[in-house]
């Protein structure tokens, strides 16, 4: 049995190397939203690209050294987070739009207009046709 699932996960947190990460879609009607947790990433250092269903999310982040500083020991190296997910027949992949606002990632996807029902006309064959 895994220890964090008997005694909780305050007991073994996860390794600082691994950013928490709170994601979930959202049903908004005619769109679709998703949420990403940044804290403390600017615009500069986030990527969105679509290819083909599939949307990628890059998040890269240096550790800045202050003018007049040098590092004598780093702990940490340049942070990188990367998540993929293909959208569903459902989404327009060519309206994705992204905003970053307060350390959170919001990505927007519209539905498709759903196809129109057509009811189509059955025929039963002509009685004089199936006597020959």
Known sequence: MDPRVAFGAAWFPQPFSRPRVERGWRD????MAYWLEAPGVTTDEVTVSVEGQVVTVQVARADEVPEGYE????????RRLTR??????????SSVSARLDDGVLKLEVA?????????????????????S
């Open 84 to 93: 993929r997910f293909r959208l569903s027949d459902a989404l327009d992949p």
């Open 71 to 78: 590092v004598v020991k780093r702990e940490r190296g340049e």
């Open 111 to 131: 539905k498709r207009p759903k196809p129109a029902v057509r009811t189509i006309v059955v025929n039963a064959p002509n009685p004089e046709e199936t006597r």
């Open 28 to 31: 908004e009607g005619e769109s």
